[in-house]
Antibody, heavy 120, light 112 residues
Framework: EVQLVESGGGLVQPGGSLRLSCAAS????????MNWVRQAPGKGLEWVSY????????YYADSVKGRFTISRDNAKNSLSLQMNSLRAEDTAVYYC?????????????WGQGYLVTVSS | QLVLTQSPSASASLGASVKLTCTLS???????IAWHQQQPAKGPRYLMK???????NKGDGIPDRFSGSSSGAERYLTISSLQSEDEADYYC??????????FGGGTKLTVL
């Protein structure tokens, strides 16, 4: 059974940093690209970042470019998101999501999410 | 600019059928989309990917009650024999060149 479990969220002050992690199991992690998607309270879904299976390609939404860094450790089946210079508008539940592996960029498994709150 | 448009809300009775619509913006009518379901206080769940010819690829364990279709720039999700657990938000999603991933605004489905 595919499982994605996020951790590392919490409360942080504006301008601060936080690192999210996603533990993957139930599939060959090193064969799949991965993503982070977020959802502000009461709002819709917003894609944040993508990383290819070998980490050779990474992409970011304009809203986080230059502040967030996505990475992965295939030996540990782990995905990470380093978030710096956090703003109030970054407050959201952050989900890791697996790329479905076909043509295009679609997500076929999601984690349960972890709340990040940016507030003083 | 690639935009996905969804009605904010929909409702149908228990045991009935409902058809949700996701409309692709002008110039993007050939794009495939995916449907995701988000039950209250849960993470999203992938339902299916729908191609512009109407063929679709369902996610693991998705019941036969869920089906997809396509017409022009519209992509549909039909849920038959509605159950209480189908009450959820439904999002369509696609992508454009430059890895520009787009979500629709979501449709909140109420089962009466």
């Amino acid at each position: 059974e595919v499982q994605l479990v996020e951790s590392g969220g919490g409360l942080v002050q504006p301008g601060g940093s936080l690192r999210l992690s996603c533990a993957a199991s139930g599939f060959t992690f090193s064969s799949y690209s991965m993503n982070w998607v977020r959802q502000a309270p009461g709002k819709g879904l917003e894609w944040v970042s993508y990383i290819s299976s070998s980490s050779s390609n990474t992409y970011y939404a304009d809203s986080v470019k230059g502040r967030f860094t996505i990475s992965r450790d295939n030996a540990k089946n782990s995905l990470s998101l380093q978030m710096n210079s956090l703003r109030a508008e970054d407050t959201a539940v952050y989900y890791c999501a697996r790329d479905y592996g076909g043509d295009g960029y679609f997500f076929d498994y999601w984690g349960q999410g972890y709340l990040v709150t940016v507030s003083s | 600019q690639l935009v996905l448009t969804q009605s904010p809300s929909a409702s149908a009775s228990l045991g009935a059928s409902v058809k949700l619509t996701c409309t692709l913006s002008s110039g993007h009518s050939s794009y495939a989309i995916a449907w995701h379901q988000q039950q209250p206080a849960k993470g999203p769940r992938y339902l299916m990917k729908i191609n512009n010819d109407g063929t679709h690829n369902k996610g693991d364990g998705i019941p036969d009650r869920f089906s997809g279709s396509s017409s022009g720039a519209e992509r549909y999700l039909t849920i038959s024999s509605l159950q209480s657990e189908d009450e959820a938000d439904y999002y369509c999603q696609t992508w454009d060149t430059g890895i520009h991933v787009v979500f629709g605004g979501g449709t909140k489905l109420t089962v009466l």
